[in-house]
């Protein structure tokens, strides 16, 4: 999950479990506010490993670091005291009231394990028993970047703050209504360019949803009667509640793309339902097989008429390319292998330009963000007629 939506779970839980104040209140920093901005860097901090990409040229560095010892849960106990102990001497210095060391260190714990589940439960996998053991477990219940969640999570804090204030309710609810209202517009035209467009009726139902939530709280003038704290614990709530609709969802697709498996009788090597965005309905199915792989995307909300009807739902095969020597020496390269290692359904494929040959392993658990391009994470070997490798490295355009 991206970075943002990990640090406002982290500020939703401190204010809705540990009685937080916004960070950004009026007034001056506090006991309350400490343990919000600290929730909040707790659910941050395990994204900081990207920070080695700073100062390395290891284009695998994204499969083989991220997610790892930061995101670990043998670890976690160790960045927890780390995180309140900087804190605490920050604090010290100051001269601000803080909660003691220990209170610090499970707060800490909880926002890295927030941080820690919240990735499990996506696709990119998440390698939370390093370093003992670098296997990436997912869930696959949320898409990497989902939206819908993450709304749930910002909208009741930020209700919270137009609540907050008799006096500046109308100009604050009217604000926040304007900010999001384009919203569903352009997560429309972000989840199309992923190759998951989401229909009108969807966008128009957000579009009134937030009209709802920030102006009708404000027509009789009762938002201001529900207190800070409500507004966070109803959000949290629908938070826990969201993820497991999620689980339901997930249940269903995984037993649709079984059932599709069985009745094409497909040589299953590996399967799963991963989600797409609006995550609740629509789905990716995807069967790995000797010889390639089989997609089947599902939208829930339509059921198939009986085993003929979902046999004769549209879906796409991806062959590998038939074995040669140039297939074969990429498949030796050290970079290959761990691609290979990453990827849970690749598809290898070859072709030609000119005296030059190319090998391209992509992941389809990843989209195409366009029709005809490569999917996300796409591994290209090019070589000469000799088989001397000429350039390798992820597709970029």
Do not use: C
């Amino acid at each position: 999950m991206d970075t943002i939506t990990h640090g406002i779970a982290g500020a939703l839980i401190g204010k809705a479990v540990f009685r937080g104040e916004d960070m950004f209140a009026a007034t001056p920093m506090n006991r309350a506010r400490i343990v919000t901005w600290s929730l909040m860097l707790g659910a941050i901090f395990p994204d900081s490993d990207v920070i080695r990409d700073i100062f390395s040229h290891d284009k695998l560095l994204m499969i083989t670091w991220h997610r790892s010892i930061t995101h670990s849960l043998l670890l976690l106990p160790l960045w927890s005291l780390l995180l309140a102990a900087i804190t605490r001497a920050f604090t010290n210095w100051r001269k601000w009231e803080a909660p003691s060391f220990a209170a610090l260190t499970a707060i800490y714990a909880v926002g890295i394990l927030s941080h820690i589940l919240l990735d499990l439960v996506t696709t990119f996998g998440t390698m939370i028993w390093s370093p003992l053991e670098w296997s990436r477990p997912a869930w696959d219940l949320f898409f990497i970047v989902d939206f819908t969640f993450a709304a749930i999570l910002l909208v009741p804090q930020l209700l919270a703050w137009v609540y907050a204030q008799p006096e500046k309710v109308k100009w604050r609810a009217l604000g926040m209504w304007l900010v999001f209202l384009p919203a569903p517009f352009l997560i429309a035209k972000i989840a199309e360019l992923v190759g998951a467009p989401i229909s009108g009726r969807y966008v128009l139902g957000a579009m009134f949803l937030f009209t709802v939530l920030f102006l009708f709280p404000a027509l009789g003038g009762w938002g201001v009667n529900i207190k800070h704290g409500t507004w966070n614990r109803a959000g949290f709530a629908a938070a826990l509640i969201y993820v497991a609709l999620a689980v339901v969802a997930h249940h269903a697709a995984f037993a649709r793309i079984e059932k599709f498996a069985e009745l094409d009788h497909l040589d299953v090597q590996s399967i799963g339902a991963l989600p797409l965005p609006p995550s609740l309905w629509r789905w990716d199915g995807l069967v790995r097989t000797p010889r390639g792989v089989y997609e089947l995307r599902m939208d829930l909300s339509e059921k198939p008429s009986g085993d003929a009807g979902l046999l004769a739902q549209e879906h796409t095969y991806f062959p590998d390319a038939f074995p040669n020597s140039y297939i074969e020496a990429a498949k030796r390269l050290p970079e290959v292998q761990t691609v290979m290692w990453f990827a849970r359904f690749p598809v290898t494929r070859f072709h030609k330009e000119g005296e030059e040959a190319i090998v391209e392993i992509s992941d389809l658990r990843f989209p195409r963000t366009r029709p005809g391009r490569a999917a996300s994470f796409t591994y290209r070997v090019r070589f000469a007629s000799d088989a001397t490798v000429l350039s390798k490295g992820w597709v970029t355009q």
